[in-house]
């Protein structure tokens, strides 16, 4: 690979360096420039984190190769507000509103509403929607951010003061007050580093290679090809664990990377120290492995059955984590009831698909401590898994907690972190990784699928005399966090609702899918959506409008739970009020309502698409047919 | 992950023609690079290295466009950006302002080529289906000793299938060259995942020339893309409606045609009937787009009882 000079300008300065052929743009702003504002988040294009300017247009840097920057004029983040210069109109709007939040997709926000607003200072609410329509953000909502650009706008053209991006006072209490971020300005900056941003002299990269297969036996690892390969600095694999291998949030059934078997596809099995990453993938495919593919299973149903192929020795009957609640008597519920509904509800595997994709940087310090720099949501139980893992005193395991770009529960599992530790303790230098969008996608926890039964036993007037709730999770290969997940579902499976007799089971299953854990909500959003869902189904079948159902049900001050809790104030009373107000709900049970919705549409409501509305013309009135 | 040997950048059509022949095996060309780099990436092509990439970016031949005798020459360098900034474009091909709008986002539109994204032959290009509906033609080069060797081929000709076109080992496409419809009204219809960024499931294209009296159709151009492994050009619905004063009834009997035309491998129930309800917003949004009174509202609402 032949190397080239490049000569370019970047935020105003001249920059002449040798260039390698395939790097793209932002690899080259990243790590040989080190302005790290510039973020990768999906490497492909979609997720607007890398957007630059490149002879004033905005562009998206990861698609860039470098070479086409070649005597070209860049701008990034860095450049809008330089070093020591106060931040720029749209950096403080953002500041403002609270549009940063995770920050990960700031830097590339920030651009985006920057050239929207270059390219046409007076743009409205659809075209700034148009044209951030490149960017993701994962934890606003894209409301404060909409907010911040139009604020923006309005202050540069002079028609809201400058004063409107100051902070608003706090009077005698933050709550109820609007407060700003105290970490925003370096979010919005492109200041913050990520774990992914982070350097160190020495600094090794890592690959980790993954397993194809869903369900295998690893016969034979031989690195020995890989090691020899110049650049590597060693290589890890199960054998290398020294203490005793296992992580998981409740259950430690999970190695460092796979040892004897494989249980997913995408699970970790080897990695790679090298000098860079090129050399760290080259030496990923010297690795030779010999798998025995044995039968794997894919469904809960199937896993739950006698014989089916077992995936943790421990868990003959595949069952993680088995939560019953009993409440009441359930056949007496039912016989009072006049009325009995039943329904399956099926939800779905999530991706938490947070814009930073895991990273994490580790080192063995002079005290011979090891350290691991990462994102992780729960540093001080990952120590504790980790020093059992390699077999030191806790003081000599240390975790920092890197800025998370975004975790939604999906950062809470050690599943990298373990690998870099085993790394830099063979390696002796520090080692860092940082996952593809992919390798994001295809090792990490996703939210459970969940197979949900539900019975519920009415009476004529609406009250709900029982309900039996039956919850089968997918937890995937692995336990993560299943169990505690299985516990919140059951404990919430019923809403808020005052339900005299109450039967709840969830189950965790080992399959051998992706594992499932944490994600916002933790097993309540797949009860909930089966709860809400069926209290709209029956306040239909008995001709009740949906809110005064509920109205009946609802759990009041001193109601007892069913995990048997006195609940000292109950707000569920003033949520429906609010959700009814809010929602114009015309009274009345479903269906019962006129042809014209009039709670359609309306203030507050999003305006069907209106892509490319600013170049189309205004229609004309119809025709008038003569008969 | 991407990589090559070596990256070139050429300023002329003979530099770039003659480091393409003498590439080796297995070389690329590249234009705005937003298909190439993420095809090799996991899932896709894995890890690539290429001998070589020879990127005509800076090909000065291959920049701007001309308009001339009906034609528009898009040169090989045209983004789609410049369909919806450059007023000229926006006037001579009333359609592409609304498909480039639905295309990619701000960023990738900078870079993308028409030409790329024609080449590259996806059954859901957004940009094959209006350049069908224009009577689009790829201009091509090779080099024959030292002699340009020039052809043209109908842009129906060179799409072949699924990522599969008419292209030789040494040629380079230098131009699109296509009708210039000024006065006609377009529309672009696109359903997809999600608005923004987002590959069609389906989509659509009409390009409509009203009579003086504003009711009659003096021309009209059709086309779908995404619904089967080449997109194609509603020839029989533009000659149901050409010469027809344009009433409801028409309307719903012509977005019933095409429902035949879907092909795809995936959902094609789903498409068929996507598909229908696209050529009546198509046909009617082009109508405004052409300033004339669509037909009765009631009437049109009515047809579909
Ligand atoms: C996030 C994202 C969103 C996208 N959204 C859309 C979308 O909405 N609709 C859509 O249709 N596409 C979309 N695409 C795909 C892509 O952007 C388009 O196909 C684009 O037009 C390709 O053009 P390019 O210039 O980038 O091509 P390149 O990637 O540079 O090249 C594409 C192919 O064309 C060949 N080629 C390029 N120029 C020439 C030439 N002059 N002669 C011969 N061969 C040539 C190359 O060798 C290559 O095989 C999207 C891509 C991304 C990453």
Redesign the pocket.
């Known amino acids: 690979m032949s190397e080239f000079e490049l000569e370019m300008t970047v935020n105003g300065k001249p920059i002449h360096r040798r260039a390698k052929p395939h790097q793209r743009l932002l690899d080259f702003i990243r790590d040989d420039l080190n302005l790290t504002g510039t973020k990768e988040g999906c490497g ?3 997720c607007g984190t890398c957007s630059v300017f490149v002879d004033g247009k905005l562009i998206k840097s990861c ?1 860039m190769p470098v070479a086409k920057a070649q005597g070209v004029q860049i701008e990034t983040i860095e450049g809008l507000a330089p070093h020591g210069s106060d931040l720029t109109t749209v950096q403080k709007a953002f500041h403002k509103t609270g549009a940063s939040q995770c920050g990960y997709c700031i830097p590339g926000m920030v651009m985006a509403a920057t050239s929207a607003l270059r390219e046409n200072p007076d743009a409205g609410i659809e075209e700034i929607k148009e044209r951030l329509g490149g960017n993701i953000c994962r934890c606003t909502g894209y409301t404060k951010i909409f907010e911040a650009v139009e604020i923006a706008r309005d202050v540069i053209a002079g028609k809201l003061s400058s004063t409107v991006l100051d902070a608003d006072g706090a009077g005698k209490s933050y709550i109820g007050n609007n407060v700003r971020r105290l970490d925003a300005p370096s979010k919005v900056a492109g200041k913050l580093r990520y774990a992914g941003d982070m350097v160190m002299p020495g600094m090794l990269h890592m690959q980790v290679l993954r397993s194809p297969h869903a369900h295998a036996l690893v016969k034979s690892i031989n690195t020995s090809a890989a090691e020899a390969l110049p650049g590597v600095a060693c290589v890890v694999t199960a054998a290398d664990v020294p203490g005793e291998d296992g992580f998981g949030v409740f259950v430690h059934d999970q190695p460092v990377m796979a040892d004897d078997r494989v249980r997913y596809v995408g699970e970790a099995v080897a990695a790679v120290a090298a000098d860079d990453v090129l050399t760290a993938k080259r030496a990923l495919e010297l690795i030779e492995l010999e798998y025995e593919e044995i039968p794997a299973v894919f469904d809960v149903e199937e896993a739950m059955k006698k014989g089916a192929p077992v995936i943790h020795d421990y868990a003959a009957g595949n069952l993680v984590k088995h939560i019953p609640i009993r409440k009441g008597d359930i056949e007496k519920g039912f016989a009072e009831a006049d009325l009995i509904v039943e329904q399956a509800y099926d939800t779905q595997p999530v991706e938490h698909a947070y814009l930073e994709p895991e990273a994490g940087i580790a080192f063995v310090d002079h005290d011979d401590v090891v350290t691991v720099i990462s994102p992780s949501q729960n540093i001080t139980h990952h120590r504790h898994m980790l020093a059992k893992i390699i077999n030191k005193p806790i003081n000599k395991v240390r975790f920092i907690m890197s800025p998370v770009g975004g975790g939604f529960g999906g950062k809470e599992d050690m599943i990298y972190q373990g690998i870099l530790a085993l790394a830099t303790m063979k390696a002796g230098q520090p080692v860092r990784l940082v996952f593809t969008r992919e390798e994001s996608i295809i090792s990490t926890a996703k939210r459970h699928p969940a197979q949900i039964k539900y019975k519920m036993g009415i009476k004529n007037d609406g009250r709900i005399t029982a309900v039996s709730f039956e919850m089968i999770s997918d937890g995937g290969a692995y336990g993560l966090s299943t169990e505690g997940v299985m516990r919140k579902a059951a404990i919430l499976s019923c809403g808020p609702y005052d339900i005299p007799n109450v039967q709840i089971d969830t189950y965790g299953v080992y399959t051998n899918n992706t594992p499932s854990g944490a994600f916002r909500t933790f097993g309540a959003m797949q009860s909930q959506f089966a709860t809400e869902s069926h209290m709209d189904i029956c306040a239909e079948k008995l001709g009740l409008d949906p809110f005064e159902f509920r109205r009946i049900n609802m759990m009041r001050d001193g109601a007892v739970t069913h995990t048997m809790q006195t609940l000292g104030s109950v707000s569920i009373g003033r949520v429906l009020d609010a959700a009814e107000k809010a929602s114009r709900w015309e009274k009345g049970p479903v269906g019962v309502r006129g042809s014209e919705r009039k709670d359609v549409g309306g203030d507050d409501t999003r305006p069907p698409c209106t892509l490319g509305a600013r170049f189309r013309k205004e229609e004309k009135n119809g025709r008038q047919e003569v008969a | 992950m991407l990589t090559c040997d070596k990256y070139h950048m050429p300023t002329s059509i003979p530099e770039a023609l003659a480091i393409w022949q003498d590439a080796a095996e297995g070389s ?9 780099l ?1 095809w090799a990436r996991e899932g896709r092509a894995g890890d690539v290295n290429l001998p070589a990439m020879i990127d ?1 970016s800076r090909v000065a031949e ?1 920049q701007g466009y001309k308009v001339a005798n009906g034609r528009v020459h898009l040169g ?1 360098n045209v983004v ?1 950006q410049d369909f919806l900034t450059d007023e000229t474009l926006r006037q001579h091909l009333p359609c592409m302002p609304f498909c480039s709008i ?3 986002d701000d960023q ?1 539109r900078a ?7 024609l ?2 032959a ?1 059954p ?4 094959t289906p209006p350049m069908l509906a224009l009577n689009a033609e790829l201009e091509i080069v090779r080099l024959d000793g030292k002699a340009l060797k020039r052809r043209t081929i109908a842009l129906s000709d060179f799409v072949k299938g699924p990522g599969k076109t008419d ?1 030789q080992p040494d ?4 131009a699109v060259i296509c009708d210039s419809l000024p006065g006609y009204g377009g529309s672009f219809q696109k359903v997809g995942q999600r608005r923004s ?4 499931s389906a989509c659509a294209v009409a390009c409509i020339k009203m009579a003086e009296d504003d009711e009659t159709v003096e021309d009209i151009r059709l086309a779908l893309g995404g619904v089967g492994p080449v997109p194609v050009r509603l020839d029989d619905i533009e000659m149901l409606l050409r010469g027809k004063r344009i009433t409801a009834d028409l309307i719903t009997q012509a977005s019933a045609m095409p429902a035949g035309r879907v092909a795809s491998r995936t959902r094609q129930e789903y498409r068929r009937t996507v598909v229908k309800g696209f050529i009546e917003a198509a046909i009617l949004d082009a109508l405004i787009e052409c300033g004339v009174p669509l037909p009765n509202a009631a009437e049109v609402e009515n047809a579909h009882v």
């Open positions: 492909a294009g979609e698609l | 690329r060309l590249v234009a705005g690079a937003t298909d190439i993420p005509l291959l090989a789609y639905w295309f990619a990738i870079q993308a080529t028409l030409v790329g994204n080449v590259n996806s859901a290009a957004d940009g292209l040629e380079i496409v230098t960024l987002v590959i069609s």
